[in-house]
């Protein structure tokens, strides 16, 4: 991953969603809402297995992801990224930190972690090329 301020490590480590922006088969571009984690220097996401996303990727592997800004579009994180696509990465659930981050919100929508794990089992892994940030 590119060096990382303080504050945007925190951020990344903190905050719960970002969009990730794809491109489909036509070139429109694709956002999704994801959760994410930060770890090893990528930033790994959970997907379910019939995800248009995953389509997109195996097809236009960079990606923008973005974090959210200040109502005046300050304190901005954007990302540009190469993506790739694993189907049998250890299941979301096995990722002590990414559970550590999700298992309250995992909870909150009424599924268990291994649930959970279930429904989105194919794990995209964001390499970073470039970030902006203010």
Known sequence: MVDLSPEI?????????????????????????VWFLRKDGELLIYSQKGARKLSNLRAHPKVAFNLRSDEHGDEYVTIEATATVEDSAPPA?????YLAKYEGEIGRLGWTPPEFAGEYPVLIRLKVDRLRSE
């Open 9 to 33: 490590a925190v951020r990344l480590d903190e905050e719960l969603v970002g969009w990730l922006t794809t491109v489909t088969q036509t070139g429109q571009p694709q956002s999704s809402i």
């Open 93 to 97: 659930h096995e990722v002590p930190a």
